[in-house]
Nanobody
Framework: QVQLVESGGGLVQAGESLRLSCAAS????????MGWFRQAPGKEREFVAG?????????YADSSVKGRFTISRDNAKNTVYLQMNSLKSEDTAVYYC???????????????????WGQGTQVTVSS
């Protein structure tokens, strides 16, 4: 069992940056693939970015975030990050951290590919 706690959300102006953090409990964090998802009001939860257990493989949703968002991890700190630059109003959502136990070489991009979820952190971008 692992617990995930997100932090770093908030209210920012369009064009500004935020860095989200997700702290994980447990001693096996370094074996987990990790992902970030987001859910805007009235929409389904969607994949944003993923990183494999070693940090050697990352994937991003599509051109809407690729080049602006960067996922990274620090296994010594049991933490995964999402650096978000040049934020837009359409990035407004609740952002969730997710973990996949016994992660393979490539992080999953679907919700059902993950075993554990955090409670989410709100990101609001005003235009």
């Amino acid at each position: 069992q692992v617990q995930l706690v997100e932090s770093g959300g908030g209210l920012v102006q369009a064009g500004e940056s935020l860095r989200l953090s997700c702290a994980a409990s447990g001693r096996t964090f370094s074996s987990y693939n990790m992902g970030w998802f987001r859910q805007a009001p009235g929409k389904e939860r969607e994949f944003v970015a993923g990183i494999n257990w070693s940090g050697g493989s990352t994937v991003y949703a599509d051109s809407s975030v690729k080049g602006r968002f960067t996922i990274s991890r620090d296994n010594a700190k049991n933490t995964v990050y999402l650096q978000m630059n040049s934020l837009k109003s359409e990035d407004t959502a609740v952002y969730y951290c997710a973990a996949k136990s016994r992660g393979g070489p490539t992080p999953p991009q679907k919700l059902e590919g993950y075993d554990y979820w955090g409670q989410g952190t709100q990101v609001t971008v005003s235009s």
